[in-house]
């Protein structure tokens, strides 16, 4: 983006706005859209119209009200410190004409692109409505958490305008890629979250790169299954032990059957329960005692301890998952433990979380939210794609691709 003349002209601006709503259809988490300001603001002293296209939630190509992006563009106005227009489509002669009338250095936010059914498809002709309607000169890519989908608003918009990267999508790209090809060691990789099969590309290439694995979450469950483990009434993927058995041969030939127990950390106790309401609680057992009519939900005492002895001598951390069932209270020990551990150490860790649940749970337990890490990532598939290196649709068109 730095290296491409937008001085003065109108630049349509992807953004991830999928946030959170309240009730009252107030803006919950505002993470993602704070992280949209630099770009914002560069544009905006660049003077620049700056027209901010996004997606909320799934309505499924039809304009539904609890949808719309405008407690987004109210949030962001209150960012910005200066006035956000909302306009009520995002195609059309509506958007046209309040694109046109804007003033030349000014913030537009359009309606939901999902409200029609070309976003999802990739559809050229919604591309163009979209072109159109904005007039840009230039389409900068800025929203992370959607450029691993061949969305209209990602990928065919690209073959319509110059495309650049934004800021934020720069730092994200740059970030993740380099603590993947070149940390600084030792690299220690904590994954979690309830699937294997969510992670599998991710987990193959971590066993490449990193020094230690931590596997937490539900994912720890299938592992320990796999091995004899009787888990109780614990989820478990029981398709995928083709999977554990290549990550396992894979390991193996990396640091050798002596050291794979060292190299891939299961956990050695488990904090259960037989329920994941809010007022649920826990019993701490080694993982040969979960009680038949129990589930695993979180790390034990003894497991946690560990995860802070490893990431405490650590250099770079990649964390992609809760290592419990982090939406109680009861099971977010070891999560926060680890949060704790990369907080205190900010200077000599250099921290990423991998978005999705990771990065709601840290932004909520982080008094600073979210400055107490490293890099807190604002795309939960796309970071997962980019480290399992795959090719992202949103970035692979760009003028500055990489």
């Known amino acids: ?28 988490d505002d993470y993602r859209i704070r992280m949209s300001v630099p770009t914002i603001k ?3 002293a660049d003077k620049c119209k700056v ?25 962001l106005a209150a960012l910005l410190g200066q006035p956000v227009r909302f306009v009520d489509d995002c195609v059309g002669e509506k958007a046209r004409m309040a694109i046109k009338r804007a003033p030349k250095v000014s913030v537009t936010v359009l309606e939901n692109v999902r409200f029609y059914a070309g976003e999802e498809a990739n ?13 840009a000169s230039y389409f900068v890519q800025d929203g992370f958490g959607v450029v691993h989908r061949a969305h209209a608003s990602t990928a065919a918009i ?23 090809k070149h940390p600084v ?36 469950n299938t592992f320990l299954a796999r091995k004899g483990t009787f888990i109780g009434k614990s989820k478990t993927e029981t398709d995928q032990n083709d999977v554990i058995d290549a990550i396992y041969e894979k390991a193996i030939q990396k640091v050798g059957r002596d050291q794979l127990d060292s190299f891939l950390l299961l956990p050695v106790d488990v904090g259960v329960g037989t329920s994941t309401e809010p007022e649920a609680t826990r019993q701490d057992v080694s993982v040969n005692a979960i009680p038949a009519e129990a589930m695993a939900l979180d790390l034990g005492p003894e497991s946690t301890k560990v995860i802070e002895r490893v990431v405490n001598g ?19 020990t070891s999560s926060a433990a680890l949060a704790r551990v990369l907080a205190k150490n900010k200077r000599a860790i250099t921290s990423i979380i991998g978005g999705g649940d990771t990065s709601d749970f840290v932004l909520h337990w982080d008094k600073k939210q979210g400055a107490s890490f490293g890099h807190v990532s604002t795309g939960g598939g796309a970071s997962l794609e980019l480290m399992a290196g795959e090719k992202l649709p949103g970035i692979e068109s760009l003028l500055d691709a990489r």
């Open 1 to 28: 983006m730095n290296d491409v003349p937008l001085g003065g002209k109108t630049v349509l601006v992807r953004a991830d706005y999928n946030v959170p709503l309240r009730k009252d259809g107030s803006v919950a």
């Open 42 to 44: 560069k544009l905006l």
């Open 51 to 75: 027209v901010i296209i996004s997606h909320l939630g799934r309505p499924d190509g039809k304009p539904i009200a609890e949808f719309s992006l405008e407690p987004a563009a109210n949030r």
């Open 123 to 135: 559809d050229m002709e919604f591309a163009r409505e979209l072109a159109k309607a904005s007039a």
């Open 158 to 180: 690209t073959q319509l305008i110059p495309s650049v990267s934004g800021l934020l999508l720069d730092r994200e790209y740059t970030t993740i890629t380099d603590a993947m």
């Open 185 to 220: 060691r030792p690299l220690v990789a904590a994954l979690g979250g309830a699937k294997v099969s969510d992670k599998i590309g991710v987990i193959e290439k971590l066993v490449d790169v990193a020094d230690t694995i931590i596997i937490g979450g539900a994912m720890a």
């Open 314 to 332: 650590a250099h770079t951390v990649i964390w992609n998952g809760t290592m419990g069932y982090a939406e109680v209270p009861a099971f977010q």
